[in-house]
């Protein structure tokens, strides 16, 4: 399993008093799984995936990614782990406006030096070869549509080839017709390998994932698909 959580709890303090965002998650994702964890807004499912990406620290519990305990590492080491281990894609797309398009997935490169500069530019538009999108490599992302933006910032989560890419309500803000096809974006990156979980509040994504979890009130909500560790595979059905 490349993502495992054990007992994980995460309980904010807030002026009205403790508010328990993730209350004993027990979770097991295998290599090259398309997930997706589902649930109403407020549910938790946002703040899962901050914790296996390591945006947030869990309150209580582990996190282990690709053999990483995450809640040891440093923030220097959770720096560094995060740009070899995992992709980010957002709603919001977070494309730099000020880059090419190029240049926003060349810089995940700058920052880790993982490959010569003289081929991060190869490797660029090979990613957005990826997305069909290699036409756009020289536009600002202001010019892009939406669909296509969300596309980019798929192929820059893919720009160091971490084995684990998540997404946080990737097509909240797409239509119908784009939101299809970047799911299938994401189902190409599984069946190559990528593990990719995403967070959404859409239900209808059955014929592109491997597996749905819900996801309410900071728990897992058991079905068929979801059984609890213990009590058999993670992955069953």
Known sequence: MIICL??????????????????????????????????????????????????????????????????????????????RTVGFVFQFFQLLPTLTVAENLMLPMDFLGTLPPRERRTRALDLLGRVELVDQADKLPSSLSGGQQQRVAIARALANGPPVVLADEPTGNLDSVTA??????????????????IATHEWDI????????????????????????????????
């Open 180 to 197: 299809r096809i970047v799911l299938d974006l994401f189902r190409k990156m599984a069946d190559s390998g990528t593990t990719v979980v």
């Open 6 to 83: 054990r007992h994980l709890t995460k309980t904010y303090q807030t002026p009205a008093g403790a508010f328990s965002a993730l209350r004993g998650i027990d979770l097991e994702i295998g290599a090259g799984e398309f997930v997706a964890i589902v649930g109403k807004s407020g549910s938790g499912k946002s703040t899962l995936l901050n914790m296996v990406g390591g945006i947030d620290r869990p309150s209580s519990g582990s996190v282990t990614v690709g053999g990483a305990a995450v809640q040891n590492l440093t923030e220097g080491q959770l720096s560094a782990w995060r740009g």
């Open 206 to 237: 059955a014929r592109v994932i491997d597996r749905t979890i819900e996801i309410a009130d900071g728990g897992i909500v058991p079905t068929a698909a979801t059984v609890p560790v213990g009590e058999g595979q993670a992955n069953a059905g």
